[in-house]
């Protein structure tokens, strides 16, 4: 069994996909939800679906004292960043090789870095009069949206879509392939 946590900020969407998904696995689970905002709906929607979570703020989840040991409670093998807007310590990614994706609303490296997240890249694409949008699950290295690319999915956009409109499209390529990168990344590292 490949115990994983899901490291979050916000709404939890994605996180509520990847807990549903890998709920009838007998090979994955969802030990963890993790996240650094005390007020961050994907903690009710883990909770609601009976997957443990905790709350760390920015200098507790820097400190590696009180973050591995958590971890390490769970038994944390894999760590997926959903929404997850904190840089990954660099003793974690040494602790964590080659076990830590994280997924980008765009198709890197366009529209990566440092404060491109959630409405910030929708809105750069829509004013770049970009004809294609997507999402991008990558290995986490310890720069912003940095990491080797594992898997690229794209859509089109219409001059017409408005940047609510890019969110909408990409979001959806979310929900339909991430889980399964996620599935597929796992069985790879772990074979």
Request: proline share 5%.
């Amino acid at each position: 069994m490949t115990n994983i946590a899901i490291f979050v900020s916000g709404n939890g969407t994605n996180c509520e996909n990847i807990i549903h998904y890998f709920a009838p696995s007998k090979d994955v689970r969802v030990s963890l939800v993790l996240s650094n905002k005390t007020d961050s709906y994907a903690l009710v929607r883990a909770k609601k679906a009976g997957v443990p979570t905790e709350v760390l703020s920015k200098v507790q989840f820097n400190q590696e004292n009180i973050l591995l040991p958590l971890l390490k409670k769970y038994q944390i093998d894999f760590i997926v960043l959903a929404g997850f807007l904190l840089l990954i310590p660099k003793y974690l990614i040494r602790v964590y090789p080659r076990k830590i994706i994280n997924l980008h609303p765009a198709l890197l490296p366009k529209f990566g870095g440092k404060g491109m997240w959630g409405h910030h890249v929708h809105e750069a694409i829509k004013a770049a009069g970009e004809k294609e949008t997507g999402m991008t699950v990558h290995w986490v290295n310890g720069q912003y949206d940095a990491g080797q690319i594992i898997a690229q999915y794209k859509t089109p956009l219409s001059p017409e879509d408005t940047s609510d409109d890019i969110a909408r499209k990409e979001h959806a390529l979310e929900m339909k392939y991430f889980p399964k990168v996620i599935e597929e990344t796992i069985r790879k590292r772990f074979e």
